[in-house]
């Protein structure tokens, strides 16, 4: 029987079987990047922004070896981040943070808002890598990822067959970690539009993104037919800058899905002063059309660890 972890991951990437997915909204969309001018930098060069000035491109968010150094961080005057990342601290931040140890526990609703079942998972990542991440749960089951090797286990036993669900989750949940400084990486996103929406009454600034072709796969020119390619949209308080909601749009199913991030709250760990204070989610709530929810993710706990490489591989 389908797990109901498992369940969450499929209906993330549009596979659970169910009640229909909600439509993106009305011009939710945005235009591939061959359609938009970028900077230096990776960012893309909007109407309203000042001129890119000398210098604006700074050190990536820490990747694997294999990807390219140069990127936005998101810091700069006019970057479309920016109000964001003074919000929540910045990339450099987060990855301060380093090793971290998280247990998640996720809610499952029913139709009346009632919980009609919960899971609880631990989920050791490096913050300092954009793809290392470990997930261990209940039954007995690992996944791990270290950059594009990814392996699944059961009871301290190989399990090949689970690595094309273990992909999938140890995807989700690090995204979610990582949301929204992940975003800072200029070789792995573009910002694709900024404009503005209203939600609940509340007009609210959407920031567009795309996630970018790996490294080397970018076509010379326009494109005839463009690959789908995963989509994300973050709905921003203007006066804040804290992103109400976000939303995921996987080139695998086409599908949207809406989460209200909730329960913001200051974490430090280790020396501030060197960076390791960040401001995060402690829930996210996937919601449907009717704006019901229907999935819950809660951060129980978040602890520093020491981390190697070794342990994001099958050992």
């Known amino acids: ?36 001018r970028f900077d230096s930098g990776g960012w893309p060069i909007l109407a309203d922004d000042p001129a890119p000035a000398a210098g604006r491109a700074s050190p990536a968010l820490a990747t694997e070896a294999a990807r390219p150094a140069a990127a936005a961080s998101g810091m700069q005057l006019g970057s479309p981040l920016l109000d964001v990342f003074q919000a929540t601290r910045s990339p450099a931040a987060f990855r301060a943070l380093g090793g971290v140890v998280v247990w998640w526990r996720l809610s499952i609703f029913g139709a009346q808002g009632e919980v009609i079942g919960m899971r609880e998972l631990t989920h050791t990542a490096d913050c300092g890598a954009a793809e290392r991440d470990r997930l261990e749960l209940a039954d007995g089951r690992v996944y791990g990822r270290s950059g594009a090797s990814v392996f ?6 190989p399990w090949p067959t689970l690595a094309d669900a273990a992909q999938h989750e140890l995807a989700l949940f690090g995204l979610h970690l990582r949301l929204p ?6 070789a792995a996103f573009a910002v694709v539009g900024r404009d503005t929406v209203t939600r609940g009454g509340d007009a609210l600034l959407r920031i567009q993104l795309e996630r970018r072709p790996p490294a080397g796969a970018d076509p010379i020119g326009p494109e005839a037919t463009p690959p789908p390619r995963d989509r994300y949209e973050l709905l921003v308080e203007p006066s804040t800058g804290l ?21 913001w709250r200051d974490v430090t760990l280790g020396d501030a002063r060197a960076g390791g204070a960040v401001r995060l989610p402690f829930r996210r709530v ?22 190697a490489e070794r342990d994001f591989r099958l050992r």
Do not use: N
């Open 243 to 263: 992103p109400r909601e976000f939303v995921h749009r996987f080139a695998a199913s086409a599908q949207s899905r809406r989460v209200r991030l909730e329960d």
């Open 1 to 36: 029987m389908r797990s109901v972890l498992a369940s969450l991951v499929l209906a993330a990437v549009g596979m659970a079987q169910g009640t229909a997915p909600p439509p993106a909204p009305p011009g939710a969309a945005p235009s591939g990047p061959g359609a938009v």
């Open 152 to 157: 699944a286990e059961r009871q301290g036993m």
């Open 286 to 307: 996937y919601v449907d059309e009717a704006q019901r929810p229907t999935t819950q993710l809660e951060i129980l706990r978040l602890e520093p660890a020491k981390l």
């Open 181 to 186: 400084w992940c975003f800072g990486d200029g």
